[in-house]
């Protein structure tokens, strides 16, 4: 028989390594023979965006099109250390470090612009649109290729660095303040379980992401399907058939990922409301985006059926045996 | 006060999307070096025994380089938190794929045929495979004298006089199992003498300056004489925060002075990288007659497997979430990081708050199905709100709008609100 | 070692290899066509798909002895003239690639379907990937893109 119900699921996310561990991104910035400007991070792009939203961060703070910033991230002996691509902390820790960095880097333009516009002053002076000029005579202005061209061989160069905010948790009673910022997101879904062969179709699924401020709404939404993606294998089908510490399935043809049959369209929905710790007010939203998925699915499956299913994966073979029970016992 | 902004907030194109959509993106393995020989890993195929190995007659096949075992190794310790993983296994198998040997050949196929001639002796000793298990006091141990590598706790307010005033007190045991990252790019690398005769690795990890630390401390030599270059790295999701190859292709390079090039195959992935950590959650949940949370009490046990990793952290992240975004006066969460025998788990997406709710969020249905309340009532009431405290006394002071998603999911959802929303 | 001749993105070469090659390995080793992927060796992730005379297969399941006197599109042959294909194109616009190391998969997989496709369904889409892994995209944005590429070649 085929029954149908609708869950949803609720979740917090903590950004950060936590626990009072120095939680440190640094970042350079460094104006290049071309007037462009290199930025230079040690957060790796692992598919999440990260080089994206670090060039549009750095892009934003200098008042540069976004294709003026020449991003490095490859190689220790060219980037500073930024930290850990986890913990979902490279756009709020390294986007700040990049912040912090541009506007240092700015001030030095302003020293430079100073001389070469014989002003006696930074005041007043505004870095925009890749020049530097007075914002009370704008005749008197200069652009960062002219800046490159003065100073010849001579390097500008900036740094930036942001330390997250963590607390030892005090190790009687867990009180302090482990990580932050946190990030919330919210999940619900419809769906069809077959209860004789345990089967479960997602019918349809929202998934709802606080995100601070979207720095990429599409990279967002790129996140949101992906985490989506992954929860529904964890919550319906991957299974590494653990027995006495073997794997038993170690390959795809036994171990199985969803695929596009598998994954439903998914409706997102970007929540903001910026945060002033944060680069431009971005939160980041890597891990969270997969959390509320497999409660919604378990909650739904339950209001389904009236089985509440406690141990993952919810394999049909599971799912059909929790139902037949559940009848038996009426 | 809305700002406008020029470039943040803006769909611009992926920076990386030209060269991955015209194969131009280059991995590790695409990159072939002038004189490069190959690596494989010998792992091992028991999870708690003593080994020792005989590589005698590998050695002697015409085209094999090198084979490196734990006496090769300076420092044959790391890890992220505790130093407990060997670079190779001197003495002791904790888990199916600990590495043994590092064997370096002119081509892959000698590699194979290397692998094949090592003699591994096996001493098998009992293992343990449940984490509840591994607990207990006469459970063997994997490392040292007990199995408990972490416990956290929360005592916040008194739970006991929040469940006796209580109107309705939902309990339940909750089980996650381990899973894996499958990132689609197998692990791979190369490691170089590089031009300025520093010891390099090309590698895909989510984290180049502890891999350069982690080089530099096992093979004992200044970190300025390490260089990590990360590639393109093909997913990650937490699997490639621990070292893989990184230390072993260091190695071979530094002793062998060539490019040393090795690819996993998917399931020599699955061997060498963290997973999810399998956790068994009891919980005790209570609230009072108008659905209001009053006390919370859980233990979570979690499998770290044969070494720490991130276990320490991912247990602490999973009692620190274990509430939910929920405002409850009176918490104790008690939550372990136990060792075992099976493959260690660390960082994955999410990174213990993932787990959690398989719980918290059935208990707070299971409590509206109680109170003949509907499931988005009871959550409204309790959610944490601008101000909040969270149960390790954290106040939030800002960026908290969970009533707003909530909200909008109930509209996308096409809820009716209210008592009507569930059947 | 034997003899086979390749066409591979228009161009012919005349290889000397071991018997037991399997293409992906001609294609990524001998001929540094490092687009085409290994993602499980097994035929399920498609990261290794290549057009092979018209038809998408893995070059993980085909040895280069069979496949001796075929002509093969890599990801690396899309490009024509410096312009990108339309299934490229929309790769980039709609966001369908994230860490990348499936994507030449799937833009083969979606070129050989839009190939023969006609106002393809989402669903029908769905299924033409179906045999390609990815694990960060969730399939929408790369559905999304497969669409939209074909609404470029029609020119709608």
New interface residues.
């Given amino acids: 028989m085929k029954k149908r119900g609708?869950?949803?699921?609720?979740?917090?996310?903590?950004t950060g390594?936590?626990?009072g561990f120095p939680d440190v991104s640094n970042a350079w910035v460094r104006l290049l023979k071309d007037g462009k400007i290199g930025v230079y991070v040690?957060g790796?792009?692992?598919?999440q965006?990260a080089?994206?939203a670090f060039?549009?961060?750095a892009?934003?703070a200098l008042?540069v099109?976004?294709d003026r910033v020449l991003?490095e991230?490859?190689?220790?002996?060219t980037?500073p250390?930024?930290?850990?691509?986890?913990?979902t902390r490279q756009t709020y820790n390294t986007g700040n470090a990049i912040k912090i960095a541009c506007e240092n880097f700015k001030e030095k333009l302003k020293e430079v612009a100073k001389d070469i516009l014989n002003l006696n002053s930074t005041a007043a002076l505004e870095v925009k649109d890749g020049e530097v000029y007075l914002e009370i005579f704008p005749q008197k202005r200069v652009s960062l290729e002219k800046i490159a061209d003065f100073l010849g061989g001579n390097i500008l160069e900036a740094e930036g660095s942001f330390t997250a905010q963590t607390t030892k948790?005090d190790?009687?009673?867990?009180?302090?303040?482990?990580?932050w910022?946190?990030t919330?997101?919210?999940?619900?879904v419809?769906l069809e379980v077959d209860t004789i062969t345990g089967q479960v179709d997602i019918l349809?699924a929202?998934l709802?992401?606080?995100v601070?401020?979207?720095?990429?709404?599409?990279?967002v939404e790129g996140q949101m399907d992906g985490?989506y993606a992954?929860?529904l294998?964890?919550a319906l089908f991957?299974?590494?058939n653990?027995k006495?510490?073997?794997?038993g399935n170690?390959?795809?043809s036994k171990?199985l990922?969803p695929t596009s049959m598998d994954v439903t369209e998914l409706?997102k929905?970007i929540?903001e409301?910026?945060?002033?710790t944060a680069p431009?007010g971005?939160?980041g939203i890597?891990?969270?985006v997969?959390?509320?998925v497999?409660?919604?699915i378990?909650?739904a499956i339950?209001?389904a059926t009236g089985v509440?299913i406690?141990?993952?994966?919810i394999t049909p073979e599971k799912l059909a045996k929790a139902f037949s029970d559940f009848e038996k016992e009426g | 006060m809305k700002r406008e902004?020029?470039?943040?907030?803006?769909?611009?194109?992926?920076?990386?999307?030209?060269?991955?959509?015209?194969?131009?993106?280059?991995?590790p393995?695409?990159i072939?070096m002038e004189n490069m020989a190959y690596g494989k890993t010998l792992r091992s195929t028991i999870?708690?025994g003593y080994v020792s190995l005989d590589t005698r007659e590998a050695e002697k096949i015409d085209g094999v380089l090198g084979i490196f075992t734990y006496k090769d190794v300076p420092n044959n310790r790391y890890g992220v938190v505790y130093k407990d993983q060997e670079v190779f296994v001197s003495k002791k198998v904790k888990?199916?794929g600990d590495p043994l040997a590092f064997v370096v050949a002119e081509n892959e196929k000698l590699c194979d045929l290397a692998l094949e001639k090592i003699k591994v002796y096996y001493e098998e000793i009992e293992?343990v495979?449940d984490p509840v298990e591994a607990m207990e006091e006469d459970a063997p141990k994997v490392h040292g004298k007990s199995n408990i590598l972490y416990h956290?706790?929360?005592?916040?307010g008194d739970v006991e006089e929040g469940f006796r005033r209580s109107h309705v007190i939902v309990e339940?045991?909750?089980?996650?199992?381990?899973?894996?990252?499958?990132?689609?790019?197998?692990e791979a690398g190369i490691g170089y003498i590089d031009e300025e005769g520093?010891v390099a690795v090309i590698v895909s990890?989510?984290?180049?300056?502890?891999d350069?630390e982690e080089i530099a401390s096992t093979l004992n030599i200044p970190i300025d004489q390490?260089?990590?270059?990360?590639?393109?790295?093909?997913?990650?999701?937490?699997g490639?925060?621990d070292i893989s190859l990184q230390i072993h292709l260091a190695l071979a390079a530094k002793v062998l002075k060539r490019p040393v090039k090795t690819?996993y195959?998917?399931?020599e992935s699955?061997?060498a990288h963290s997973?999810?950590h399998a956790m068994v959650m009891r919980y005790k949940t209570g609230a009072d007659k108008e659905g209001n949370l009053l006390a919370m009490e859980t233990v979570i046990i979690g499998d770290t497997g044969a070494y720490a990793s991130w276990g320490e952290?991912v247990m602490?992240?999973a009692?620190?979430?274990a509430t939910?975004?929920y405002y409850i006066p009176n918490v104790k969460?008690d939550s372990y990081a136990v060792y075992?025998?099976?493959?260690f788990a660390g960082?994955v997406?999410?990174?213990g708050?993932?787990q959690v709710?398989?719980a918290?969020?059935?208990q707070m249905?299971?409590l509206a199905v109680k109170l003949g309340m509907d499931?988005?009532t009871i959550?409204m009431k309790n959610?944490?709100k601008v101000g909040s405290e969270t149960?390790?006394?954290?106040?939030?002071t800002?960026?908290?709008?969970?009533e707003?998603?909530?909200s909008?999911?109930?509209e996308?959802?096409g809820?009716p609100y209210g008592k009507e929303a569930?059947? | 070692m034997i003899n086979i001749k390749l066409n591979v993105n228009g161009k012919d070469y005349s290889l000397e290899i071991e018997e037991d090659k399997r293409l992906i390995d001609v294609l990524?080793?001998d001929l540094?066509?490092?687009?085409?992927?290994?993602?499980?060796?097994?035929g399920e992730?498609g990261?290794c798909s290549v057009i092979m005379d018209g038809r998408i297969v893995n070059s993980c399941l085909v040895m280069a002895v069979q496949a001796n006197g075929s002509s093969i599109v890599?990801?690396?042959g899309?490009?024509k003239d410096g312009e990108?294909d339309p299934v490229?194109r929309a790769?980039?616009?709609k966001?369908a690639?994230?860490?990348?190391?499936?994507?030449?998969g799937f833009?083969m997989a979606a070129r050989a379907f839009l190939n023969r496709a006609k106002d393809p369904t989402r669903e029908e889409i769905r299924e033409a990937i179906s045999g390609n892994?990815?694990?960060?995209t969730g399939y929408n944005k790369i559905v999304d893109a497969i669409e939209e590429a074909y609404r470029y070649e029609k020119g709608i």
Wanted: charged share 20%; net charge positive; proline share 6%.
């Fill in positions: 609708r869950g949803i699921g609720l979740s917090f996310y903590g390594y936590g626990n040690g790796a792009e692992v598919g965006g080089m994206t060039v549009q961060i892009a934003e008042g099109p976004h991003l991230i490859e190689d220790t002996l980037t250390d930024s930290g850990t691509a986890a913990a948790l190790p009687e009673t867990g009180q302090g303040a482990p990580y910022p946190y919330f997101s919210a999940c619900g419809e349809k929202v709802v992401q606080d601070g401020r979207a720095v990429n709404p599409h990279l985490g992954m929860a294998g964890y991957e299974d590494l653990l006495r510490g073997v794997m170690r390959k795809f171990y990922i409706t929905i929540v409301d910026p945060e002033s431009y971005a939160k890597g891990e969270p997969m959390i509320p497999t409660p919604a378990l909650n339950y209001d509440r406690t141990e993952l994966p | 902004f020029k470039v943040v907030g803006k769909n611009i194109h992926r920076v990386d999307a030209f060269k991955k959509v015209t194969g131009r993106a280059i991995y393995e695409d072939f999870a708690h888990r199916v293992g495979f956290f706790k929360i005592r916040k339940n045991t909750y089980k996650t199992h381990m899973v894996d990252h499958a990132f689609l790019q197998p520093r990890t989510q984290y180049p300056h502890y350069m390490v260089r990590v270059i990360n590639a393109y790295v093909g997913g990650a999701f937490g490639r925060e690819i195959s998917r399931e699955f061997l997973k999810r952290n602490r992240k009692g620190v979430h939910g975004p969460v075992t025998n099976n493959p960082a997406r999410g990174f708050a993932t709710p398989v918290y969020e059935q249905d299971a499931p988005v959550r959610i944490f149960a390790t006394g954290q106040i939030l800002e960026g908290v709008p969970l707003e998603c909530l909008k999911l109930v996308a959802m809820y569930y059947r | 990524r080793e540094r066509f490092t687009g085409v992927k290994e993602g499980c060796s097994e992730c990261a890599t990801v690396e899309l490009v990108l490229q790769f980039i616009e966001g690639t994230q860490c990348g190391y499936c994507t030449p833009i892994l990815c694990r960060c």
